[in-house]
């Protein structure tokens, strides 16, 4: 069975760091392109970090770009989310999710965490 478990959310203020993981079972997350998504209350969900299955290409979405890292640790078959500088608006649900697709939309990936939240005061 496929699981990928989120981890490292909480309540933080602004201007500070948290690190999310994505560890996964019943699967090896290097075979797949991996994204961080998160989804506002209201809002649609969004894709915002990817990282290739191959050579660890990564790509961000501007309003990230600059404060967010992802990266994978393949020995631990884990995915990671550094997130520096954070903002109130970054508050949101955030999911982990794995596809045989370089893709930023949530359609194209076939598996999923249950998310981990993240809260930013100002």
């Known amino acids: 069975q496929v699981q990928l478990v989120e981890s490292g959310g909480g309540l933080v203020h602004a201007g500070n760091s948290l690190r999310l993981s994505c560890a996964a079972s019943?699967?090896?997350?290097?075979?797949?392109?991996v994204g961080w998504f998160r989804q506002a209350p209201g809002k649609e969900r969004e894709g915002i970090a990817l990282?290739?299955?191959?050579?660890?290409?990564?790509y961000y979405i501007d309003s990230v770009e600059g404060r967010f890292t992802i990266s994978r640790d393949n020995a631990k078959n884990t995915v990671y989310l550094q997130m520096n500088n954070l903002k109130p608006e970054d508050t949101a649900l955030y999911y982990c999710?794995?596809?045989?697709?370089?893709?930023?939309?949530?359609?194209?990936?076939?598996?999923w965490g249950q998310g981990t939240q993240v809260t930013v005061s100002s």
């Open positions: 999710a794995a596809s045989k697709l370089w893709s930023i939309y949530s359609r194209d990936y076939d598996y």
């Open positions: 019943g699967l090896r997350l290097d075979n797949y392109a």
């Open positions: 990282i290739s299955s191959r050579d660890g290409t990564t």
